[in-house]
């Protein structure tokens, strides 16, 4: 029996007592020697022109020792590329402090830097500024006329397919037909950490950042591009992360703001954004969809058309895939979906949990829920009936797809064939009762990245990916991994990531990194599994002479040939008989194109949910979850269904409170706060159950793992949704559904 | 966050004096809604007296059958004082209503009654406000006012007072106790908070300098048949849309004596005593309970996204009264009425 079978199993978080012991530094706590302390001033209007900045009133203060604006800001890079990260969308990225004009609101326009953070941002309070006020356009329902198709956008960004069949006639002959509008306002991240940047002067024109951010690398060459820095000269560090949610993949001005002050007065400096500064870095956009569906008499679906508007800067056509998963989801022959921006003065948006999948999907499942009711058919039996087994977006099989055992075993722990399909047909509590569900679908990605594998004469492993951790388990997954594939205890491992003097990994986003960079952790330790080998095999009377790679395996610590587990030797005693102090082994992992190339990849989910409605006070309280989610293989159980409840959470959030308000008179976000965005708390958390369907699936990555950091945000809004008009019979087509909206 | 100096009071009259000897100074209790301000660059003051360990931190019973609620007293050792859950059970249920237990257990009862509007505007100094920045202009007429006001509101400012806690001290009326440079006063609570009319700097009648030293409630209680009625926009943490505080006295089906407090609608917290009338003598029927609801909005008026508070208190009164007079809440209970 093994005892270093780790995969699949849910051992506790490798990270957890660095956490609770306040012993894990995140990027604010850094306090190196000499630090001085930037603030950041924001704009107050959302577009004009900086007239003048009275600088030198509050340079006068004695500890303030800059004020940094387009004013004095040195020459940097001048070409748009150095500005452009790894996944910045098409257009011109903002550049910081770069000139008077102003194009959002909360626009930084200035740093002050000072002995003290106190200081700093006493004195950030007494800049004068003098704006020249342009007028400025922040509503995108004046934009509905305006849309455009964008370019090529940003990596990842898919156009949608062309029309399949004839989607205009099917749906005009359709036996049942429903159309209807979907709107949501913008969202923020909001993760706990703020974002923070320590510049460590390491002298000499080089510095190491420690910043919050979802991926180093991008964060260095971003660095390098826009300073001018050389490969040595800049450092970026992550270690560990206070949520990011997507906020953190693309580089923020916190970094830029840092490393400027820290080149310029050659000191240590951190920069850290205020609560109402991380409502100015990029949000889920405001966004309106319009559904067209039609059914056959047999309850299949006849046609399809989704079409998406959403908003974006002036500088950036940032892009998301909305549409897209509706011509995958569901099984039909014409299908039309449409994708267009708006511009307006507001900055750029941003990747947020599932982007595009999450606003898609509540349009396309709401949308499902009210062709279900328009064709008299029950919503699951509904989708049942439409069940894709093809991608018919690339006309591919899918790798592995196990949605309809999704749907079963969802539907059973749920108790879904409890559900009477009539509004306002079932009661509790003196309150109307409410099921719905809805399903998604994410990809299953798989990026090029890199690991180091290392073991000491006494047996430790040390792995190292330039990876991040941002509180989804990466530490731990990547333990699970290397620990066993050179079976080793838990406890004999350690796995270090978040560092560009590491090998490279790419940016923590879209739940790729599992896939990504567990196989460069598998594939080094492999690596450095054969020279384990060869080691061995020096010996005299070596049991393993002649063995080949993949007839030996490691297990409990030993090295052993596969048929013949009496051939055994103990890793410690190879190491320590070669006489080496320290063995190590590079290796990447791309994906395997060949492979690949004739399937769809993509994980799977559905998430039934029910609420309690008080008819009279429009109060909703959701009272069950259940998500089953398909995604491969499961790495850790915990982390896993850690994922999950943090992902029905998000939904419920979305579904029933998360809107950042605008006021278009001043072109600003107004709840830009705790208090005001409301994202749930424990009270409106209801009792969930995430399941997991495995699927074997050796096509998307040799670990057979999908991610699973967005899928389980998937289906469950809908649900929430679906399940307030089972409770009420109201549809309610914008988001959030708060109480007013069912009086 | 501008400079300041900072002292610590020893008693009450060093505290008076303390404050009138600063300009520009202002007396900090808990501190959980000055320091966030303070941040904010919406107050800055120049001086802080702190009086949250001043010996005014006793809950103790008064000779004429009433509790005294010190002002220094937590809100959190309010809530959960044995009087205050058996004798004012409304009081401990609308405390627990609001905020976070973190907060309430650094918030003292003085400070809750000097807690400031939550309105967005007044929060961004990048935006007029009267109450903050008196002839600048209100931004939340025209503007998003979710959270403003429907009664009593004036050209000048449609705030709301954000308390939970002063809405049931409005249904059970005690007296505010106070000190100041010309000595002690009372204050009754009806008259302590006011409406913004043309000067929504002021939120209430305090005079300068003066320091709240205790809220003195009378003997009655309520404590048979009571509600507290809070609808928001998630569960907990946030503040009310409407909130709802009833306290009645029955005699079998019929309404001897009645106390109705609205919250999240007015610059105060908004008691309604004509209404409180028309419920004496009457049948605790649906059919009262409806006609005082109408009575109670009659004269009130939406402000563009509030304008649903109108119909929502409409109901939310229904729901207080008719919980209050079956006598359905216990003080204590976590998860309050319609959620």
């Known amino acids: 029996m093994s005892q270093t079978n780790h995969i699949g199993k849910g051992p506790n978080r490798v990270d957890g007592p660095l956490k609770v012991s306040g012993t894990a530094h995140y990027s604010g706590e850094f306090n190196v020697p000499n630090l001085a302390y930037g603030y950041v001033v924001s704009s107050p209007i959302a577009k004009g022109k900086i007239v003048a900045i009275h600088a030198d009133e509050v340079r006068a203060l004695p500890g303030v020792l800059e004020v940094f604006s387009h004013d004095n800001v040195p020459h940097l890079a001048w070409f748009d590329k150095s500005y452009k990260d790894q996944i910045a969308p098409g257009g011109s990225p903002f550049r910081p402090l770069h000139e008077p004009d102003i194009t959002f609101n909360q626009q930084p326009v200035a740093l002050v830097v000072a002995d003290t953070f106190e200081l700093a941002r006493y004195a950030a309070a007494l800049l004068r500024i003098d704006y020249e006020q342009e007028a400025h356009e922040t509503n995108l329902e004046t934009k509905r006329a305006e849309g455009f198709v964008p370019g090529k956008g940003k990596t990842g960004f898919q156009p949608p397919p062309p029309p399949r069949g004839n989607p205009d006639k099917a749906w005009v002959n359709a036996t049942h037909q429903m159309e209807a509008e979907y709107a949501h306002g913008a969202q923020h991240h909001n993760p706990m950490e703020l974002f923070t940047t320590t510049v460590e002067w390491r002298g000499d024109g080089q510095i190491t950042a420690y910043d919050k951010t979802q991926g180093v690398f991008n964060v260095k060459n971003y660095l390098m591009g826009v300073f001018g820095l050389g490969k040595d000269d800049v450092r970026v560090v992550n270690q560990f992360m206070g949520g990011g949610f997507g906020s953190g993949l693309r580089p923020q001005y916190s970094v830029f703001m840092g490393v400027l002050a820290a080149l310029e007065l050659k000191r240590s400096v951190r920069v850290t954004l205020t609560r109402q500064q991380m409502f100015s870095i990029g949000h889920r956009p405001n966004t309106l969809q319009v559904v067209k569906m039609g059914t056959n008499p047999d309850g299949t679906l006849a046609a399809l058309q989704h079409h998406a508007l959403h908003e974006t800067s002036q500088f950036e056509d940032y892009t998301e895939n909305i549409v897209n998963w509706s011509g995958m989801l569901y099984q039909c022959d014409n299908v039309k979906l449409g994708y267009e921006l708006a511009k307006l003065d507001i900055y750029s948006p941003q990747d947020m949990r599932a982007p595009g999948a999450a606003s898609g999907n509540v349009g396309l499942e709401v949308a499902m829920d009210e062709m279900a009711y328009a064709a008299g058919l029950d919503p699951l039996e509904f989708r049942l009936r439409n069940y894709a087994d093809r991608d018919q977006n690339v006309d591919k099989p899918f790798s592995s797809k196990k949605l309809r055992e999704c749907y079963q075993q969802g539907a059973a722990k749920f108790g879904w064939e409890k559900r009477t399909q009539e509004p306002r047909s079932m009661r509790a509590n003196g309150k109307l009762v409410g099921m719905g569900m809805g399903g998604g679908v994410w990809d299953a990605t798989q990026n090029k990245s890199a690991a180091k594998a290392l073991i000491s004469a006494d047996g430790h492993l040390t792995v190292r990916s330039g990876t991040g951790e941002n509180g989804t388990g990466t530490y731990t997954i990547m333990t699970q991994i290397a620990a066993e594939t050179l079976g080793l205890p838990l406890e004999a491992v350690t796995f270090e990531l978040g560092d560009t003097d590491q090998p490279e990994a790419p940016i923590q986003g879209g739940s790729w990194t599992a896939a990504s960079v567990g196989t460069a952790v598998k594939n080094a330790c492999d690596a450095l599994g054969e020279k384990i080998l060869k080691l061995a095999q020096k010996q005299d009377d070596s049991p393993l002479k002649g063995a080949k790679f993949d007839e030996v395996e490691f297990v409990n610590g030993q090295l052993r040939l596969r048929l013949d587990h009496d051939q055994a030797v103990v890793l410690r005693d190879v190491l320590q008989a070669s006489g080496e102090t320290q063995l190590e082994a590079d290796s990447s992992a791309t994906p395997n194109m060949a492979k690949q190339q004739g399937y769809s990849m993509h994980s799977h989910n559905v998430a039934f949910a029910e609420v309690e409605v008080d008819e009279d006070l429009g109060t909703i309280k959701v009272t069950r979850v259940v998500s089953a989610v398909a995604a491969g293989r499961i790495l850790n159980q915990k982390t896993a269904r850690s994922q999950v409840l943090g992902s029905v959470i998000w939904g419920l959030g979305m579904a029933l409170m998360e809107e950042t308000i605008m006021d278009h008179k001043f072109g600003r976000y107004v709840n830009h706060n705790f208090a005001e965005y409301h994202i749930p708390v424990n009270a409106d958390i209801p009792h969930i159950d995430a399941i997991f369907v495995h699927e074997d699936d050796d096509i998307v990555n040799p670990l057979g793992v999908k991610g699973i950091g967005e899928v389980g945000m998937l289906g469950v809004t809908a649900a929430i949704a679906n399940a307030v008009f089972h409770a009420t019979g109201k549809r309610v087509r914008d988001l959030p559904i708060m109480l007013d909206k069912l009086l | ?339």
């Open chain 2, 1 to 339: 966050m501008h400079p300041f100096t900072y002292s610590r009071a020893t008693d009450v009259a060093d505290a008076v004096r303390d404050k009138a000897g600063h300009v520009a100074s202002a007396y900090i209790g808990g501190g959980t809604n000055l320091i966030d301000l303070m941040k904010m660059n919406v107050e800055q003051p120049a001086h802080l007296v702190n009086v949250a360990k001043l010996p005014l931190s006793k809950i103790e019973d008064l000779p004429d059958g009433g509790l005294r609620l010190g002002a220094t007293a937590t809100n959190s050792d309010t809530a959960w004082n044995e009087d205050v859950k058996k004798r004012y059970p409304l009081l401990n249920q609308a405390i627990l209503a609001g905020a976070s237990p973190q907060l309430r257990n650094a918030a003292t009862n003085g400070g809750n009654l000097m807690q400031r509007t939550r309105c967005y505007y007044f929060y961004d100094v990048a935006t007029p406000c009267n109450k903050r920045e008196p002839g600048s202009g209100c931004s939340a007429i025209g503007g998003y006012n979710r959270v403003c006001g429907i009664l009593g509101t004036s050209e000048a400012c449609i705030a709301t007072h954000p308390s939970d806690m002063c809405v049931a001290l409005a249904a059970l009326a005690p007296t505010v106790r106070v000190s100041g440079p010309n000595g002690e006063r009372t204050i009754a609570f009806e008259d302590f908070h006011r409406l913004p009319g043309d000067q929504p700097e002021f939120d209430n009648t305090l005079a300068e300098g003066e320091l709240i030293t205790s809220l003195d409630l009378p003997e009655k209680g309520f404590a048979k048949n009571f509600a507290y009625l809070k609808l928001r926009d998630r569960h907990s943490y946030a503040f009310a849309l409407v909130s709802v505080a009833v306290g009645l006295e029955m005699d079998g089906d019929t309404i001897k004596e009645a106390r109705l407090a609205l919250g999240g609608v007015a610059h105060k917290p908004w008691r309604d005593q004509s209404a409180e009338d028309l419920l004496k003598g009457q049948p605790a029927t649906a059919e009262t309970f409806g006609r005082v609801a109408a009575h109670v909005v009659a004269n009130a008026v939406g402000q563009g996204s509030n304008d649903f508070k109108i119909e929502l208190a409409r109901r939310a009164i229904v729901r207080a009264l008719k919980q209050a007079a079956e006598g359905q809440q216990q003080a204590g209970d976590m998860y309050l009425g319609g959620q």
